[in-house]
């Protein structure tokens, strides 16, 4: 085993003995039916110029100095091929994506390793150990070791759980997005507040829409203009409609309003139909919190009829805690709980275990208004109804408390309203 910071700088000699100049970089190539690239050439600098010596020509890498099998003037010509790196300029001090930890760290030395008579890369090192082996420092990590009794963190990223970018100018290291699909959105929402605008819209644009659609709700609105600024108004329209309509119409509040209008006209025109409505209102009001995908079943139901209806129509519930009872002309008249409606025989109409005294709010209430409401009746959502007592959409609880609850703890909470 050995590092590259550990190679580079090693005198290479031929095989007379003669100098020939000092490593400088390794040249590795990846293989289809090998997860872990191989050494394919040295990186010689020699009075200031850099050539490249083939590794098949080289007699052992992994040792003090570099001997090569012959004479400066045997030398094979290497061939690059087109999927070729260099571990020093193309690997060392660039990101990858840690799904483990879900966060954005930093390559600091690459491990080698011998399989077979070959040299691979096996390991990226993200820790404490590779900045101070390339700072010629192990031996004081040796000393600090031994005086607090204890080994330093050890962080290392195998090889097969990344992948390199070829086409970023960047040459950013992720893991492969199929790892990606196992992270909690709000875990992808913390990875993409450490990459830079084109870095965090190039993962989005490896993930599928709704992947994008559940990261993003899971970000700051202004991060969510940054984002979808590089992208296609006909991703963004697919994205929006995947969104929640009130998270949908925040993003759209804030782009400029011809694309704003552009990627309504490119919605689904149910979907945007919702997003025009709370367009409407003004942003910290009822309106402009609400969402318009909630539960609901006509009055006229009796349970078993209620829960058939559920089964059909609250799949894209923005909460499925409450049920709204509503008259022909979606005129609100009460609402029960998941649990009323488990617990009542199949028989007996909702009207007769509903609860009938709803606490709603028109849309211009204020937002501390609702939290208030939520707070005093201990609410996980409260229902927008016009004058007419027709229903609108719902306020949930985390998103009228938002202006009371500071953004850490709310992220912190357990997500009830997903």
């Given at each position: ?5 550990e ?12 100098p ?11 293989h ?15 009075k200031g ?5 083939p ?13 090569l099998?012959?004479s ?6 290497f061939t ?22 879900a ?39 040796a ?14 990223i ?5 992948e ?14 199929d790892a990606?699909?196992d ?7 913390d ?9 965090g819209?190039?993962l989005l644009e490896?993930?599928d829409?709704s992947q ?6 899971e970000?700051e ?17 697919d ?5 929640s309509?009130?998270e949908?119409?925040d993003?759209?509040?804030e782009?400029?309003p ?6 309504l ?8 139909a ?9 942003e910290d009001s009822?309106?402009?919190l ?13 349970a078993?009829?209620?829960?058939a ?12 805690f409450y ?21 009542a025989n199949?028989?007996t109409p909702v ?23 939520v ?8 229902p ?9 959409g719902?306020?949930?609880a ?15 909470l357990?997500r009830?309203?997903?």
């Amino acid at each position: 085993m050995a590092f590259i910071s550990e190679i580079t700088g090693k005198p290479v000699t031929d095989l007379q003995g003669r100098p020939v100049g000092k490593v400088s970089d390794l040249v590795a190539r990846p293989h289809r039916d090998f997860s872990h690239p191989t050494i394919e050439a040295v990186e010689v600098v020699r009075k200031g110029k850099k050539f490249f010596i083939p590794y098949s020509d080289v007699a052992a890498l992994l040792s003090v100095a570099v001997p090569l099998k012959c004479s400066m003037d045997q030398l094979s010509e290497f061939t690059a091929l087109e999927d070729d790196f260099s571990l020093v300029d193309d690997v060392l001090d660039k990101q990858i994506i840690d799904t483990d930890g879900a966060r954005v760290v930093r390559v600091n030395d690459v491990e080698l390793l011998r399989v077979n008579g070959q040299v691979v890369v096996s390991n990226v090192d993200v820790g404490i150990y590779g900045i101070l082996r390339r700072m010629g420092l192990m031996r004081l990590a040796a000393s600090l070791q031994n005086r607090l009794g204890g080994r330093l963190p050890v962080s290392g990223i195998p090889w097969d759980y990344v992948e390199l970018l070829r086409r970023d100018p960047f040459m950013r290291l992720r893991v492969p997005v199929d790892a990606l699909a196992d992270l909690h959105p709000a875990d992808i929402a913390d990875i993409l507040t450490d990459l830079s605008q084109a870095e965090g819209g190039e993962l989005l644009e490896s993930m599928d829409v709704s992947q994008v659609a559940d990261a993003l709700e899971e970000v700051e609105t202004d991060l969510q203009v940054s984002l979808v600024e590089g992208m296609s108004d006909e991703k963004v329209a697919d994205v929006l409609e995947e969104m929640s309509p009130d998270e949908a119409a925040d993003l759209l509040a804030e782009l400029p309003p011809d694309r704003s209008e552009d990627l309504l006209e490119l919605m689904e025109k149910e979907g945007a139909a919702d997003v025009r409505l709370l367009l409407r209102f003004a942003e910290d009001s009822a309106g402009g919190l609400m969402t318009t995908e909630y539960a609901y079943v006509n009055n006229h139901l009796n349970a078993a009829e209620a829960l058939a209806q559920l089964r059909q129509t609250a799949a894209e519930a923005e909460q499925f805690f409450y049920v709204y009872v509503l008259e022909p002309d979606d005129r609100l008249v009460g609402v029960f709980s998941l649990s009323d409606l488990v617990m009542a025989n199949p028989a007996t109409p909702v009207v007769d275990f509903m609860h009938a005294r709803v606490v709603s709010v028109l849309p211009d209430a204020s937002q501390d208004e609702l939290a208030h409401l939520v707070s005093k009746y201990n609410l996980l959502a409260l229902p927008v109804v016009d004058e007419e007592e027709r229903l609108l959409g719902i306020v949930t609880a985390d998103d009228a408390l938002d202006k009371i609850i500071p953004t850490a703890w709310k992220k912190r909470l357990p997500r009830f309203f997903r």
